[in-house]
């Protein structure tokens, strides 16, 4: 289902190994049977109709308070550069640069100052929240920034309600949630319009 902008490869950076196409699909029948509902209100059987890995554009951003009781205290935020929601992310992460097709890749919407503004905002709301007794001024300097896309895995669904999709990290093979399936769901949507008015 390559629905996007056609072209070549492009290279992208992405932050670790992707699983194997087989692992993904053994790992998607368990996804549509959890997603078709076990227990007692199974809902309507689900069917793939197609599968495909696409690649979901982000901002990276290191960002420090420095104000905090005299220490350096380093923040690591994604923001995705589709719906703009941000989120905080542990430890180091190596990136490699993989080739991928372009047609395989959404659209960023999001502009890199609207991410930034957006992971600003995030680290002040979290140091305001969790640290707020020690804080007297919230200061958040950016020391560090990027951008990286991230593979999930898509599994396009039938059912009696229409169209659905199965969205699984495309590192770790787990079920990626609520949060990425809607910034895919946009992402795809916008692509599809573009196409239709091309």
């Known amino acids: ?5 056609r072209g070549g490869e492009v290279r ?6 992707c699983l194997s196409p087989s692992r993904f699909r053994e790992l998607a029948v368990k996804g549509i049977k959890r997603k ?16 495909e890995m696409l690649y979901v554009p982000y901002y ?5 308070n420095p104000k905090y009781r005299g220490r350096f205290y380093l923040y690591q935020v994604l923001v ?9 992310i542990r430890g180091p992460f190596q990136l490699r640069e993989v080739s991928v097709p372009e047609d395989l890749i959404l659209e960023r919407t999001i502009s890199r ?16 929240r969790r640290q707020s007794l020690w804080v007297r001024e919230v200061k958040v300097e950016l020391i560090e920034e990027g951008d990286l896309h991230f593979p999930y895995f898509v599994c396009y669904l039938e059912g009696e309600e229409g169209i659905d999709l199965l969205a ?17 769901r ?11 008015r091309s």
């Open 1 to 5: 289902m390559t629905h996007r902008i």
């Open 12 to 17: 992208v950076r992405i932050p670790g190994v």
């Open 36 to 51: 078709s509902g076990w227990g007692i209100l199974p809902r309507p059987r689900l069917r793939k109709i197609a599968e």
């Open 60 to 64: 990276f951003f290191r960002l420090v």
């Open 80 to 88: 995705d550069g589709i719906l703009g929601f941000s989120e905080f």
């Open 113 to 128: 100052e609207e991410a930034e503004t957006k992971a600003r905002k995030a680290v002040a709301s979290f140091v305001l």
């Open 168 to 184: 699984l990290n495309g590192l770790t093979g787990s079920l990626a949630g609520p949060r990425p399936e809607n910034i895919l």
């Open 186 to 196: 946009a992402g795809i949507a916008r692509a599809e319009w573009r196409r239709d």
